[in-house]
């Protein structure tokens, strides 16, 4: 006889595991600790006796139970054996699940950070990037799921900060991350390709402050005679002659400064764009040099700081020499690259010597193919011997 509902209700547990018979291969297993369980016993299409589970009583009704019966002997009159498809239903489930864009975004960014391996601060700060302004959001979303309104609304926030280039940099991270997903056939579309339709363009980047070419030689007097510190001097002075970073200059180490043949190689790991460095040093930059180190010589850095010579001098030290000068939001040290590669351009020097020298990355194309570094006596050294020396033209003119 079939089951009704009364009687799995009342069915007491015995001392050994039993069933009760619906019909139809439907069964209602009963343990002796109370649980009841449906179970749903079939011939495979192969032939072969098979048992599978339906869920637990009350959780599933016996109503429920019989439609699950049905829906199976329809599949097994197409030849379709349940356990199987169950199975297949899973597995499609757990690696849908599996492919959240987080595990995806791990996969890339351990592929990247090999590509990056000679700038292991680019890797951090750009899975910090991603750790802050996006896993929250949709990290353990699968990445076929998230969609482009999503992504909208992630840079938006970004937007609504102000953070305009932390946006541009996150948006280029995951489409990157949906496109290794693509190839590797675990998303087919990439919503982050057309987004940008979508979002408000980062407003004109305004250049550091700096001063005019008029201002220039009172500037670069001022600079020569600065009373605050000798080293301070001898830095500010070195970014003249050379047009290196701020945070090049004070990460220089004397292990990376040869006198002997002009040159300053920083290393690839201390580069804004992950690329070795060459720096010539005219005359007037090794003569600050052999001053310099006469005082710092001892230490690791050019620059040490004051509390640990482990550290360099604070990224506000030449800022405040500047104010000290009286430049007070009209020259920054960045502000000095600006003036740098202004008067050079000016006095008919390649523009390619001139970004080589501030090492910044040649747009589109042609920045793939060129690894130029214009490094002849006559190219890159030639041209900041001179530039040192208009500088130092300055220095016996009156105002």
């Known amino acids: 006889m079939s089951l009704t509902s009364r009687v799995v209700q009342l069915t007491k547990p015995r001392e050994k595991t039993f069933l009760l018979t619906d019909g139809r291969g439907l069964n209602l297993i009963i343990y002796p600790d109370g649980r009841k369980g449906w179970r749903y016993r079939y011939y495979r299409p192969n032939g072969k006796r098979n048992m599978i589970s339906l869920g637990s009583f009350p959780d599933v009704s016996l109503a429920s139970a019989r439609i699950k019966v049905s829906e199976m002997r329809q599949l097994l009159q197409k030849g379709i054996d349940p356990a199987e498809q169950r199975k297949k239903k899973k597995e499609k489930l757990h690696q849908h699940y599996q492919n959240t864009f987080l595990k995806l975004a791990q996969e890339w960014h351990e592929n990247a950070s090999k590509r990056w391996k000679t700038s292991s601060k680019r890797a951090k700060l750009s899975w910090s990037a991603l750790e802050h302004h996006v896993f929250p959001f949709v990290g353990n979303h699968p990445i076929s799921e998230i969609t482009p309104l999503k992504w909208i609304e992630v840079l938006k926030k970004l937007e609504a900060q102000g953070k305009h280039e932390q946006k541009r940099r996150i948006h280029s991270f995951c489409r990157d991350i949906y496109r290794l997903a693509i190839v590797t056939n675990r998303a087919t579309i990439n919503p982050l390709t057309d987004i940008h339709v ?145 008067e050079l351009r000016e006095q008919g020097y390649p523009r390619d010597w001139v970004e ?13 193919y060129t690894h130029a570094v214009y490094m002849a006596p006559n190219q890159r050294p030639n041209m900041m011997q001179e530039w040192a020396d208009f500088l130092e033209g300055f220095l016996s003119k009156q105002t």
């Not at 005359?283 to 004051?306: K, N, S």
């Not at 001098?313 to 007070?328: E, H, N, P, Q, V």
């Not at 501030?358 to 747009?363: D, F, G, N, S």
Request: glycine share 6%; with cysteine; hydrophobic share 40%.
């Open 198 to 342: 979508a979002l408000n363009k980062a407003p004109a980047s305004k250049s550091f402050a700096h001063v005019a070419p008029a201002e220039l030689p009172s500037l670069f007097r001022a600079v020569s005679q600065y009373s605050g510190n000798l080293i301070v001097r001898c830095a500010l002075l070195l970014q003249w002659y050379t047009a290196v970073r701020p945070g090049e200059l004070r990460w220089a180490r004397w292990e990376e400064i040869n006198v002997k043949d002009a040159i300053w190689t920083i290393p690839p790991e201390r580069m804004k764009m992950g690329k070795r460095h060459f720096v010539p040093l005219p005359e007037q930059a090794v003569t600050v040099l052999t001053t310099l180190q006469r005082m710092t010589g001892r230490y690791p850095l050019l620059f040490p700081g004051r509390n640990t010579s482990l550290k360099p001098i604070s990224d506000m030290t030449l800022g405040m020499a500047y104010k000290r000068l009286g430049y007070t939001g009209r020259h920054v040290p960045h502000g000095t690259r600006h003036v740098i590669a202004t």
């Open 356 to 368: 080589a020298q501030l090492a910044h990355k040649v747009p589109g194309v042609e920045g793939i």
